[in-house]
């Protein structure tokens, strides 16, 4: 888990976020991480770095070969937990990103979040 922090991190640095934008997207991959490695029993995490108009961004992919989520709508709600977790997850992660796309199914999950630079 300190690994994909530390990534992160770094990625956001090179992309030129702010401090409270860093934050941001290194708690958001620390969730999503966390998620794939208990529920999914491990995973993949892959950063890629995106031009837009102007603006830098940063693109993060989970992925893992789990079980999928049975019931995604619940599980994107505040307070659901199938752990000992305090549910703030999927959601979580949703609301501090620009951008949040999730797929599962039986055997894997894969969660892509973006966010973007302020101008």
């Given at each position: 888990?300190?690994?994909?922090?530390?990534?992160?991190?770094?990625?956001?640095?090179?992309?030129?976020?702010?401090?409270?934008?860093?934050?941001?997207?290194?708690?958001?991959?620390?969730?999503?991480?966390?998620?794939?490695?208990?529920?999914?029993?491990?995973?993949?995490?892959?950063?890629?770095?995106?031009?837009?108009?102007?603006?830098?961004?940063?693109?993060?992919?989970?992925?893992?070969?789990?079980?999928?989520?049975?019931?995604?709508e619940a599980a994107l709600e505040d307070g659901f937990t199938t752990g000992a977790?305090?549910?703030?997850?999927?959601?979580?992660?949703?609301?501090?990103?620009?951008?949040?796309?999730?797929?599962?199914?039986p055997g894997g999950t894969t969660v892509s979040v973006t966010r973007w630079t302020?101008?």
């Open positions: 888990m300190l690994a994909v922090r530390h990534a992160v991190r770094a990625a956001t640095v090179e992309a030129g976020f702010g401090l409270v934008d860093q934050t941001r997207v290194v708690t958001a991959a620390s969730e999503l991480a966390r998620n794939a490695y208990i529920h999914g029993g491990g995973g993949h995490l892959s950063i890629e770095r995106l031009h837009r108009a102007g603006r830098s961004g940063l693109r993060l992919t989970v992925r893992d070969e789990g079980p999928g989520i049975p019931d995604l977790g305090l549910g703030h997850g999927l959601g979580g992660a949703r609301r501090l990103m620009d951008e949040f796309e999730v797929r599962s199914s302020r101008q």
